[in-house]
């Protein structure tokens, strides 16, 4: 079986990469309407309904859910995909629209590092992921800054092979002070030795 699930969700629309075969897709309402446009059969729906209205292709399996509930429906994904053992998430259309919905999903990503899931929102020019207790060594990029914050009240962090390094750093939630870093060598090295972090590739 594939550890690694896709997640469509109803944010900005954005391209989606064609899903690698063994992937396992999921349409989050407007999701849905996304993979239609661009000819991706999810494998399953799971949704509300309150925005799509239309009709979901005969076979695919639809998790309805009710429409005041404690989850959003990209959250609904997000267990779904933990309590079926996947290891890596990708998140598809998670940003743009409603302020509110693009917090929740970065939320969404600590609860993911909280679980030991590697789990990322991905756009042509973002590239989010979460970080903790581990280290990820990352392309360089060019024409991308480079960002890393802390999601917990406060972590600890190494940064090497970037402009601005730090060696076991302690970085807060109320200071961006890892805020627009830019690659020096082929890769940069970012360890979390100690809280969860939230790692940001932007299109400058």
Request: negative net charge; charged residues 25%; glycine residues 8%.
């Amino acid at each position: 079986m594939s550890r690694r699930c896709i997640i469509i969700t109803g944010g900005e629309y954005s391209p989606i990469p064609r899903p690698e075969a063994g992937d396992f897709v999921i349409a989050c309402d407007r999701g849905y309407e996304y993979c239609l446009r661009d000819s991706i059969r999810p494998d399953l729906v799971i949704a509300d309904f309150d925005s799509y209205g239309g009709q979901i292709a005969p076979g695919i399996p639809v998790l309805q859910l009710p429409t005041e509930k404690d989850d959003t429906d990209t959250m609904a994904a997000l267990r779904y995909a933990s309590d079926e053992g996947y290891e890596e998430v990708h998140l598809y259309c998670a940003l743009g629209g409603r302020l509110d919905h693009t917090l929740a999903n970065v939320q969404a990503l600590a609860w993911c590092a909280e679980r030991g899931i590697f789990a990322a929102i991905e756009s042509p020019d973002t590239r989010l992921f979460s970080l903790r207790n581990a280290m990820l060594h990352l392309p360089r990029r060019e024409g991308f800054s480079l960002s890393v914050f802390s999601l917990t009240d406060h972590s600890r962090v190494s940064i090497r092979g970037a402009k601005y390094e730090l060696e076991n750093a302690r970085i807060t939630n109320a200071f961006p002070l890892g805020v627009s870093n830019e690659w020096t060598e082929d890769e940069a090295l970012v360890a979390a030795h100690e809280g969860t972090l939230l790692i940001v590739e932007s299109r400058l």
